[in-house]
């Protein structure tokens, strides 16, 4: 190839293209971008592999809020969203959100652009030692070598190096091989020329590649985890995926009948949690996070008979599935030396609250005769413990009644019920009630996911939570992100987002969506009770006086959301009675909505 065909060439831009092509081409379908000089490159590449149909982009001035965009991607897909962002203190601002995919096993992938080595410590402006900044939570950190050559045809060295570098990340960020899916960090030190003109190359498929072993996730496999009792049994199927029957290779932990023995699902846990309780005939104890709360063996208000020595006390065994956060109870029982607790690995952090707990690939239920006994004085307690959220069956009778002084008691009854406020357990039944198969349901690190997890009944649909740290940041960001993921190419489904008004302020930059950039179907229900209600509940209330808890935990405020959502151009809605919030969650939704609920301290 003569010179001209390299002329307004940059090693930068090729390199971005050798890198985000091979991304694109390894199922990368998402690339969020936070804009930036030094990442001019990685921007323009992500821009043109979009023009073609190669991915999409979502452009973030706020690197958190990418962050945790990304993230939600990943959560809702299965697959790593790519974040692209410029140096110095733009890519510290990813560091709650690798976070949180490091601690959750969400594959991430963070491609931070940086100075040349040469720049680091000497004082350059916009430059820090950015490699090694996420080392201890990242599957594999990258500080990828200063581009320095034109590649004529997309197959010379540097090209080729940086293709291999995207297979090992997209590996890396899903686990491959080791069934810990996470982040992966990238950095790429850049001189300058910091861009310049796309090479011919980028996009084809005529280079020839060889197909990276990257196993059966990527694939976009999916197998049932509804086998009757001897199947195999895992987690980590992939946040997204349905948990699914082990890799016959892997070797079982076999659970022998005997132990008085339940099932816990915690955040992630998936459906493969409610298939083994059914196969081996145990109480399932399931977070409304869980993806596991549907089955005829789920546990109704567990808290209090976990409390009880006649049930709780008597536990024996435990199989765990995720990552369990919700409950003082629960940890209390995964937290005692004479429990045997098996806990099935899944993507994030190994579960060891004990001490002895064991870690298993997979587990299967031995043939044989259920504890009829202790199974069925689970589901008595059980029953006797569930909460019926049914709003009272009109008077039929007396509706139509001839005699006036009935019929005008039963309407004024009927209306009383219809205008009555609404409080926490009206909003997280009317919530649930709304959203079904085809929706998404995210909850926020808020007061109002404990209250949910203490009352609400079954119901089989996709759930999600940020439970790996159970933080508050990126609370709409990580919905926005599930909202894209799973509306992709579906022109049904609504995410709903329930939060509480601090979680909701916190994360108030995701608001903030570009000019151009398709809206997907989102509702933001905010629980507003004028600050954090949730510290009403823990021990430093019977200590703390009430001027201290509002000045220093509380966070008052009353911020008027209206003019907020009309500000970044959201539409509002603020409910009052259950009537109202039934109409609103299920109105037609096409765009962006807020729904304000207010509730009383």
Known sequence: MDDSALAGRAPATDAAAALLGRLAELGVAHIVVSPGSRSQALAL???????RGDVRVHVRIDERVAG???????????????????????????????????????PLLLLTADRPPELRGVGANQTTRQPGMFAPNMRLEEDLPVPDALDADGTGEQSMMLRRVAEDAVAAALGTGTRQAGPVHLNLPLREPLAGVLPSWLGTTELDLPAPALGPDVAGDELSATEPSGALYQGGGGIGEANHPADPEVDPHVLVRGPRTVVIAGADAGPAAEALAHAGGWPLIAEIVSGARFGRNLVHGYRGLL???????????????GHPTL??????????ADVEVLAVRGPGEPLNLNG???????????????????????????????????PPAPDAAALSSAVPAERLGAIASELAVARAPIDRVGLVDAVWRATWPHDRLFFASSRLVRVADGVLGGKKVPVHANRGLAGIDGTIATGMGIAIASQTGADVGVTRVLTGDLAFLYDVGALLLPVGETAPRLQVVVGNDGGGTIFDGL??????????????????????????????????????????LDQALTARVVGRQIIEVALAR
Do not use: K
Request: glycine share 8%.
């Open 45 to 51: 590449v992500a821009a043109e592999l979009e023009s």
């Open 327 to 336: 409950t003082r109870e629960v940890t209390a029982l995964l937290s005692r």
């Open 68 to 106: 945790f965009t990304a993230l939600g991607i990943g959560r809702e897909s299965g697959m790593p969203a790519a974040v692209v962002c410029t140096s110095g203190t733009a890519v510290a601002n990813l560091l709650p959100a690798a976070l949180e995919a490091h601690h959750a096993g969400v």
């Open 356 to 390: 002895t707990s064991v870690s298993v690939d997979a587990v299967v239920a031995a043939v044989g005769e259920m504890d009829r006994e202790w199974f069925g004085a689970w589901m008595r307690a059980s029953r006797a413990a569930a909460v019926d959220l049914a």
């Open 539 to 580: 021990e430093v209330a019977e200590i703390a006086g009430p001027d201290a808890m509002r000045r220093v935990l509380y966070t008052p405020q009353d911020v008027d959301l209206a003019p907020l959502a009309a500000a970044y151009g959201w539409e509002y809605v603020r409910v009052a009675t259950r009537a109202e």
């Open 307 to 321: 409390r009880d020595a006649e049930l709780g006390g008597r536990i024996e065994r435990a199989v765990v599935f």
